[in-house]
């Protein structure tokens, strides 16, 4: 083996940045202070140009657009995680979304170098400007649609530990309880609570539910048309290559699958019994949903797109 | 399961209006309907469907998996199987189910309440003049992305059911008429003409350059096609690349070695003459099956003029391996596979004698080599190499007690290429379902909020003071854009 | 009747392509070959037949205006071609001292696979040589063996697939009425 090409270096070195912002968001679960969240956050403005760096200098090592199989579609997809990051923490100052936000960057950066394959030849069957339509809306969207379970997962947290101070605030002291940082002193104050009451406590630090909803949904209102116009030049594509549009492939079929959760989801919040609570759950399945076609349809079910080791 | 199979039921269960009592047999079937259409039933169809479609991800299906892969999951889950079948749902071949089609027009009828009830809806409101406002576009909006559902199924059936969708395959050098008797396998649509183009394709040279790592970097057929007789298109056809003529499309599918093999029967005659079609994983390897049904000699002793077959094996790079020891006829060899280009080609042939099982009348498969009524020329079915440019004599007993000889060569190494040809009027419209669904769904989800941003930025112009604009950092008020796409 | 068409070759690849149909577009499309010859096919005018023989002869069907001719698309690789092959030869001696003449398409063939078929079972009447199934285009003929009876006046009687059982009624009712 040669030496180690330049964009691998600079994923290493991205990596290692986003590594340090990841100790630095857990490091401010329990310690509050402004300044370790900037710090983390600086971190991953720090990482962002190596990022970016690497992806740029992969694509000139490869000769093509750097989403040709999954070491490639991986780092696509953790780089548009970490930008959509940063964009709504510098824009809208949310730190705490950087947990699973860098877990998930970090995560699939590792994937990608397990899957590692040395910059070189598309397979034939990229050999299509529709590479560059189809799978970049695909990554796009997939690093757009996570946002929407980070932020349900955050609601669904937040919903449980408002639940939680009202519970024992109820039992306890009788006292009303509100949002806000009023509720955590309720539960401070009142009888201990334990570890639960902790956690719930710790939970309250998150924005209201009702932002975290809503910023969940706006996730779904930019990535769903993302996906669903991926989906559909993966369509012309497939019947540019193959004579058909759509063939119930697996990755097709769970690309399909994907799309139909998240219009479930759009669907669910406007029909009474299933808005806040169902709807949150549904865009956890599209994250389980989203990963799977990912990984699952390419390394373990056989089909016309397990281009992933090419 | 049990979310996906209610709904249907429940709407198979009206039953023929009995005679009497229509009043509340009405009242009934009104709730029944007001169920029916309600958001929540639609997502429990579209629950089932997801979960069909799931069992189609993980379990092998017949139209797009590996057979082999099928008839395993099938032998392994025999008895789940066919309990599902019973169920109107074969999970071998869940999209093409009964379930699956009953989910789909449950859902379609439910979209199609609601496409009318709310399409009137917007041209009562149109007509009548009441005031466009943002959510008046987002209805439309949300209109238009329900409706283009329509239009794509409509694509779709009308698109299959009017054309054709086939297999064809053509070696290097060969042209072929298009038309049914060309066809390998091919489907043809309930409303389709029956009458094929007959324009006629050759494949001039097919092409497969190798990269440094063994995996080709393309594969180009090199056609041209003849109207009339005339040449009227030449052209590459790749994978990214097809060749389109009169409406009917050739997609680069796959390829092969398709060596040309002579046979000359004893009394030195052409009896076989062509090209054999071989089929492979990786091209460094293929096989295939030589038949010779009308050799025209017949062995001492016997009434019928017997036949030849041979299974071959063909390596375009074949790599001798070291000599066994103890060859005795020259058979002793041993190749093993190289690349997949054509540096040293080698034929193995291990040739039987006898009765091919072709005169019965059944088709046969042109892969394999009923080998039932034939005996191995040589003990213990030796095979013999037969490298590319090289003629191989054998002996058959003749009726003199001497032998007689017959040739087997090998002159010339093609390639074959496979085409999957269709044709499908429903495309364009098609795309233009997906253009229709993806301006609803942007109307819906973008211009509408876009609208409301507008409208307030005007209203904070004309009054600034007291207009709560959201402050930087928090989202904007729930409600903006969110009611979506239905009701 | 199966076809002694190519079967399924195709690899994995092959068969995704073909028959990944989506949602409604596969009960749409039923196999040909389980497919009955359409009656709306017989009592048309024959298209032109004209070419060059296995043997290098010229062949033309206006030629044999005025004579029911009996016109057989065969291959030389097709199992259901050779068992038919005597009955057709039995119909030959039967009917060709009658007046009926007899003509072959060898479609989708090699030529010298193809004369050996026809040495094997000396095969009296021409066959025209038709690789790139032109003529089984124009006669729209879906696989060998199909046989057509055509009248004097060039009309097409009768379109068989895989079997020769109603020729004689045919050909009989022909020469009855000629």
């Known amino acids: 083996m040669n030496d180690t090409p330049l964009s691998l270096t600079l994923f290493g070195v991205a990596v290692a940045f986003y590594v340090a912002a990841l100790i630095g968001f857990f490091v401010y679960i329990p310690i509050r202070r402004r300044r370790i969240a900037d710090t983390a956050l600086g971190l991953v403005a720090l990482a962002w140009p190596f990022h970016l760096a690497s992806i740029l200098t992969r694509a000139i090592e490869a000769g093509h657009w750097p989403l040709g199989n999954i070491y490639e579609y991986s780092t696509g997809i953790s780089f548009v995680i970490a930008t959509t990051f940063l964009v709504i923490s510098l824009r809208a100052g ?217 | 399961m049990a979310t996906a199979t209610a709904p249907p039921q429940r709407a198979r269960r009206p039953p023929a209006p009995p005679p009497r ?54 032998a392994a889950h025999q008895n789940l199987d066919d309990l599902a079948t019973h169920l109107g749902l074969p999970l071998t071949s869940v999209f093409v189910s009964p379930l699956f089609y009953i989910l789909l027009a449950s859902l379609y009828i439910a979209l199609l309440s609601c496409v009318l009830t709310r399409g009137r809806a917007l041209i009562v ?62 489907q043809e649509g309930m409303l389709f003409d029956g009458h094929h183009s007959g324009y006629e394709v050759q494949l001039n040279r097919f092409s497969a350059p190798l990269q440094s790592n063994g995996m080709p970097s393309d594969f180009v057929s090199n056609m041209t096609v003849y109207d009339g007789g005339r040449p009227v298109l030449t052209q590459d056809v790749r994978v990214n690349e097809y060749l389109g003529y009169h409406g009917v499309d050739f997609y680069q599918q796959d390829y092969g070695w398709a060596p040309h093999m002579v046979v000359r029967n004893p009394a030195g005659e052409v009896v076989s003459d062509t090209a054999i079609q071989m089929i492979s994983d990786d091209k460094t390897a293929s096989t295939g099956v030589l038949k010779v049904p009308a050799f025209n000699y017949t062995l001492p002793g016997q009434s019928k003029p017997t036949q030849i077959g041979a299974k071959l094996v063909l390596y375009p790079d074949a790599q001798a391996l070291p000599q066994v020891s103890g060859a005795s006829n020259g058979l002793n060899f041993s190749y093993a596979p190289g690349t997949a280009a054509a540096r040293n080609p080698v034929l193995e042939v291990q040739l039987f004698v006898g009765d091919l099982g072709l005169d019965s009348g059944a088709s046969q498969d042109v892969f394999t080599l009923d080998t039932g009524g034939m005996t191995p020329y040589y003990s213990g079915a030796a095979a013999f190499a037969l490298p590319l440019h090289q003629t191989t004599t054998l002996g058959l007993p003749a009726a003199s007690g001497g032998t007689a000889n017959f040739t087997v060569s090998f002159p010339d190494l093609r390639q074959f290429s496979l085409f999957h040809v269709k044709q499908d009027n429903g495309v364009p419209l098609v795309y233009a379902a997906f253009v229709l669904t993806m301006t609803g769904l942007l109307t819906k989800l973008y211009l509408r909020p876009f609208l409301e941003r507008r409208r307030r930025m005007r209203k904070a112009i004309l009054h600034p003071v007291g207009v709560a604009a959201s402050p930087p950092g928090e989202p904007p008020p729930r409600g903006v854009g969110e009611e979506v796409l239905t009701r | 009747m199966p076809m002694p068409k190519h079967p399924c070759r195709v690899s994995a690849l092959g068969a995704a392509a073909l028959t990944a149909l989506l949602v409604s577009g596969c ?19 024959a298209p032109p037949l004209d070419g060059t023989s296995l043997t290098g002869g010229h062949v033309d069907l206006t030629a044999l205006r005025g004579r029911p001719v009996v016109i057989d698309f065969w291959a030389s690789w097709c199992g259901p071609c050779r068992a038919e092959q005597p009955d057709l030869n039995s119909l030959v001696s039967r009917y060709a ?66 079997t020769l059982v109603d020729v004689p009624a045919t050909l009989n009712s022909l020469l009855g009425t000629t």
Request: proline fraction near 5%.
């Open chain 1, 94 to 310: 949310q730190r705490l979304i950087g947990v699973p936000a860098m877990i998930l960057t970090i995560g699939l950066m590792a994937v990608a170098y397990m899957l590692y394959v040395p910059p070189g030849n598309l397979v034939p069957a990229l050999h299509s400007y529709w590479l560059t339509i189809h799978v970049t809306s695909m990554a796009t969207a997939s690093g757009l649609l996570v946002f929407s379970s980070f932020f349900a997962m955050f609601f669904l947290a937040r919903r449980w530990g408002d639940g939680y101070a009202l519970a024992t605030a109820g039992a306890g002291s009788g006292g009303a309880v509100v949002s806000g940082g009023g509720g955590a002193a309720v539960i401070r104050g009142g009888g201990g609570g334990g570890p639960m009451g902790s956690l719930a406590g710790s939970l309250r630090h998150l924005p209201p539910a009702t932002t975290l909803d809503s910023w969940s949904f706006r996730f779904v209102m930019i990535g769903f048309p993302v996906w669903t116009f991926g989906v559909m030049m993966g369509a012309v594509w497939g019947e540019h290559a193959w004579g058909r549009y759509w063939g119930w492939d697996p990755k097709e079929t769970f690309s399909f699958i994907v799309w139909v959760v998240f219009a479930i989801y759009l669907h669910a919040r406007v029909t009474y019994g299933w808005r806040e609570t169902r709807a949150a759950l549904i865009t956890v399945i599209g994250l389980v949903a989203i990963f799977a076609d990912l990984y699952a349809v390419n390394l373990w079910i056989a089909g016309l797109h397990s281009y992933a080791r090419a």
């Open chain 3, 27 to 45: 009960s749409l499309q039923p196999d040909v070959s389980a497919r009955v010859q359409p009656e709306t096919r017989t009592a048309q005018p």
């Open chain 2, 21 to 74: 009592r229509p009043p509340r047999l009405r009242a009934w079937l009104g709730r029944f309907w007001h169920q029916y259409t309600r958001m929540r039933t639609a997502i429990y169809f579209l629950i089932g469907i997801l979960c069909i479609v799931l069992i189609g991800t993980f379990v092998p299906q017949e139209f797009t998996s590996a057979s082999q892969k099928v008839s395993e999951f099938a």
């Open chain 3, 97 to 162: 001292a009658r007046g009926v003449q007899f003509l072959g398409v060898d479609i989708r063939d090699d030529s010298a696979n193809a004369q050996a078929y026809a040495q094997e079972f000396h095969v009296q009447y021409p066959s025209v040589f038709d690789p790139a199934n032109d003529i089984a285009a124009t006669f729209n003929v879906d696989a060998p063996p199909t046989t057509l009876v055509v009248d004097g006046s060039g009309t097409i009687r009768l379109r068989e697939l895989g």
């Open chain 2, 125 to 186: 409101r149109t007509l009548r003049g009441y005031p466009r406002t943002p959510q008046y576009w987002g209805e439309w909006g949300s209109w238009m992305f329900h409706t283009s559902f329509f239009l794509l199924v409509v694509a779709v059936v009308w698109g299959k059911a009017t054309g054709f969708d086939g297999i064809m395959t053509i070696t290097e050098g060969q042209r072929v008429a298009e038309t049914q008797a060309s066809y390998d396998t091919l």
